[in-house]
């Protein structure tokens, strides 16, 4: 046996005991004859103490860290304990050792934090992997992937593999691609999602299915995305809206239940997109804080008539005015207030301004555009935005879309300022009733705001057929938020073939282009399709969220960096001229 115990679970209960240990020595610290060194392994870290005096082979100066050692010794209790580690009060006073493997230095210190850059610890991401950090996140990764499947299992879903080799499915994204070498020419795509393939599952009657499955997207990589990441993905026949929400407001809870031990009892509240917006500035809230916007004026329509009686330009010209109203505010000095205004005219926010109204607690009001209202009409906005003593009221003013993103970024980043986004407190809520079609204000047509597999409402069906109203269409389509971020989306699906080829055509495809790309698919929706409708959750952010962190990326064991390479493998890389030919590829 290499070792009798590991390096997590000595305790006082052990000392005298004759134990066998192997790991990787951590740190080395020699002091003339004697020597102290941390041994690590998956489950913890204990001190080896070797004395030369009681034995000279005991001379432990050839072992540097990250060599692999196995040492035999008895447990003894530590005069100076440290109560850091859960082994702090113990330590192996070492009668034998022996170097399994020698280590070169290592780029960086494998501890709880290192010193070593996001790159450089990518290139060597095996020993980054050996840090406590990482330790746990793939813990964490590994326990919530085990909780989901204990649930699904529970209520009878079945895990199914489904293709990686596969013709194109649009969700948006580009996809990868794959040549064939046997029909030159010819490319795979890899899977978006596995969409149309849990779809004909549901035609075959495996009416409940998952897989914790690989998707693979080329986008752009924004922060925190990954080329390929894993979904939980899930599908129902014979269900409404309704059953999927409850079915997966179940696999939440139990998740959170399980490896959090965070009990949620209340139903998740559900919010309109339409609300979402209007209230918050986007589409996946941050509930944690209320800080809600409050709309003063938009597209044309006055909501607070003060706003609109004044003779402030900036005020009068805008398509919107928005509002919130931020405890503590009052007290700001004209430094923060200048910094905040820095802070709206970062490019990435892109207004030329904030406005302020401070409600002082002695019940004035004093504002930036004090000269263009009376302290009534000031008063009555402070009323409109349920302002009390003690708030400044922030205003954006601008064009209707770019205006509302300002707000909702400038509402995260009070609530941070605030201390309001706090890491252990999670707040799930179901945004429902989404769009069927968004504008692609570039290309100038509609496109599917979820996918083109999603029905619409089906009073809304007979829209479809004045192009004048597609904005108003809405979709049996629902997305999961916990704490400001989307982890999971999905849709009750069209199952009729007329209605999918009417889906097809309103996104502007040909029927023989609908027919040559979705043929398959429509094709199997002749043979008895039953109504179905599913879901998929981003399994990396929800163990992030889950981690209390996020990045994404720390929670796979080896992901890409910004630029999609793995910097570790130097991939992509250029293939062989012979591979090329072979691939029928010039
Ligand atoms: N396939 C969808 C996605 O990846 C999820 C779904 O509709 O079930 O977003």
Redesign the pocket.
Known sequence: MYRTKNCGELRMQHVGEEVTLAGWVQTVRKFGSITFTDLRDRYGITQLYFNEQLNCQLDATPIGREFVIQAVGKVVERTSKNNKIPTGDIEVEITSFKILNASAVPPFTIEENTDGGDELRMKYRYLDLRRPTLRRNLELRYKVNRSVRNYLDTLGFWDIETPFLIKSTP?GARDFVVPSRMNQGQFYALP????TF?QLLMVSGYDRYYQVVK?FRDEDLRADRQPEFT?V???MAFVEQEDILNTFEGLFKHVFKDVKGVEMTEAFPRMTFDDAMWHYGNDKPDIRFEMKIQNLKSLGKVYCETVGSGSFKVFDDAETIVAISVPGGSEYTRKQIDELTEWVKRPQIGMSGVVNIKCNTDGTFKSSIDKFFTADQLESIAEYCQATTGHIILILAGAETRTRKAMSELRLEMGNRLGFRDHSIYKPLWVIDFPLFELDEEANRWVAR??P??APKPDHIELMNDLSRYGEIKAN?YDIVLNGTEI????I?IFQRDLQEKMFAALGMSKEEAQEKFGFLMGAFEYGAPPH????FGFDRLCALLGGQETIRDFIAFPKNNSGRDVMLDAPSAIDEAQMKELGLK
Do not use: N
């Open positions: 969700e978006q999602s596995p969409q849990k998707c979904q993905d899930c599908e979820h996918h597999f999603t389509a999971g989306g999905g849709s699906r409708g599913g879901i998929a």
